[in-house]
Every structure is written in structure tokens, then in C-alpha cells.
T-cell receptor, first 113, second 114 residues
Framework: DAGVTQSPTHLIKTRGQHVTLRCSPI?????VSWYQQVLGQGPQFIFQ???????GRGNFPDRFSARQFPNYSSELNVNALLLGDSALYLC????????????FGPGTRLLVL | QQQVKQSPQSLIVQKGGISIINCAYE??????FPWYQQFPGKGPALLIA?????SEKKEGRFTISFNKSAKQFSLHIMDSQPGDSATYFC?????????????FGKGTHLIIQP
């Protein structure tokens, strides 16, 4: 079975630009979570979506937003990019009834110049 | 506020030895404690997880020990192999569908010397 997939794998943007990252969960998983991992640190929780609704949000500014589609894929959007947004953005999906059991994708490496 | 403290930051173990990584948490609402393994350029991979109703869980060479009263848990890797060289993260979450997400430690960079 395919795991969580994310696109693109790498991305370079400049300050002030907007970025959209995409995620497809494991087949049968309806919950998707997004994390930011800065180099040398553990992942930090950004959002969790279930059945197209936001179920949880971490301590991130309103420049960060996300949505989930009817096929359970998800997008993470970041507006007005800052240098500090440079990180690995990870998507994780969870099986039904086990939202805390999270399987991660390979991530999207974002560099903001 | 760091809610999950992980130690050591880095660890070197000889092949065949036991690797031990420790974590401590503060939030008593946490009731799910997974460990993840991450190789460079890859996403974290779920290794093993435990809930507070048991004190130990073993899967192959990996064992989690859990001490609820001390609010600590640890990962033991038996017969450590060079292929185990990676960064390991402990994490924790509370029930309620995981809506608060996983809270991760800062990671342990493990090197297994042949």
C-alpha cells in the first residue's frame, strides 16, 4: 500500500510570497495533520483535519491555513512568507478511530530567501 | 514551554550494545506515547507506542518502558545495529481524537559504531 505522499518535494520562495503544499493520505485514512520541522528540532503541530473540518490548531499565526478535500487530501497554505518559515513541512494521516496514531509522509522542504 | 524533554541529545553505541533514550513529560493529560525514527531527508517513521495502562511494551529489538508516577518513558534498542543510526523522537498526545496533535521531544541523534 502507498504511504502518505506529499508534493512538491522541494520548494524555493522569496519573502512575502505565498506557498501551497499538498498531501495525499494513506488509503482509508480520513484524518490529516500538518507539522513544521525546523532543522535540528522535533516536528511542531500546525493543524489537524478530519472529514474536511479543522479539529485542532497549534500555535501558529493566521498566515498559516489549510483545508481538506472530499477525497481526504489536504493543502497547507502559507501567506506572506518569512525567512523563519524555512523548514520541512510534514503531513501525517491517521486511521479511523485512531487520530493520535500518525503516519508521516516524506515532507516538503521549503526554503525562503 | 517544552512539554516533552528528551535526552541525551546525541548518543554513540557500539554494535551489539543497548541504546537507551529517555523522555519526561509534564502534561498529565498525555495518554499516548509513540517513538519515531527519522533518517536524513525522510519523514519520521512510527516505531512503537505505549499507553499508560502498561509499564512495558516490546516489539522485536525495540522496547518502551513507562513510569507513570515519574512521568517518564524510555526507548531501549537491543543488539543495536549500524542501520539503527538515525534521529529518534519521543512524542506524546492526549485523547480526544488527537486534536492537539503530537508534542515531540527535540530528538536524539544515535550513531551505532561497527
Amino acid at each position: 500500500d502507498a504511504g502518505v505522499t506529499q508534493s512538491p518535494t522541494h520548494l524555493i520562495k522569496t519573502r512575502g510570497q505565498h506557498v501551497t503544499l499538498r498531501c495525499s493520505p494513506i488509503s482509508g485514512h480520513k484524518s490529516v495533520s500538518w507539522y513544521q520541522q525546523v532543522l535540528g528540532q522535533g516536528p511542531q503541530f500546525i493543524f489537524q483535519y478530519y472529514e474536511k473540518e479543522e479539529r485542532g490548531r497549534g500555535n501558529f499565526p493566521d498566515r498559516f491555513s489549510a483545508r481538506q478535500f472530499p477525497n481526504y487530501s489536504s493543502e497547507l497554505n502559507v501567506n506572506a512568507l518569512l525567512l523563519g518559515d524555512s523548514a520541512l513541512y510534514l503531513c501525517a494521516s491517521s486511521p479511523p478511530g485512531l487520530a493520535e496514531t500518525q503516519y508521516f509522509g516524506p515532507g516538503t522542504r521549503l526554503l525562503v530567501l | 514551554q517544552q512539554q516533552v524533554k528528551q535526552s541525551p541529545q546525541s548518543l554513540i553505541v557500539q554494535k551489539g550494545g543497548i541504546s537507551i533514550i529517555n523522555c519526561a513529560y509534564e502534561n498529565t493529560a498525555f495518554d499516548y506515547f509513540p517513538w519515531y525514527q527519522q533518517f536524513p531527508g525522510k519523514g519520521p517513521a512510527l516505531l512503537i507506542a505505549i499507553r499508560p495502562d502498561v509499564s512495558e511494551k516490546k516489539e522485536g529489538r525495540f522496547t518502551i518502558s513507562f513510569n507513570k508516577s515519574a512521568k517518564q518513558f524510555s526507548l531501549h534498542i537491543m543488539d543495536s545495529q549500524p542501520g539503527d543510526s538515525a534521529t529518534y523522537f519521543c512524542a506524546a498526545s492526549s485523547s480526544g481524537g488527537g486534536a492537539d496533535g503530537l508534542t515531540f521531544g527535540k530528538g536524539t541523534h544515535l550513531i551505532i559504531q561497527p
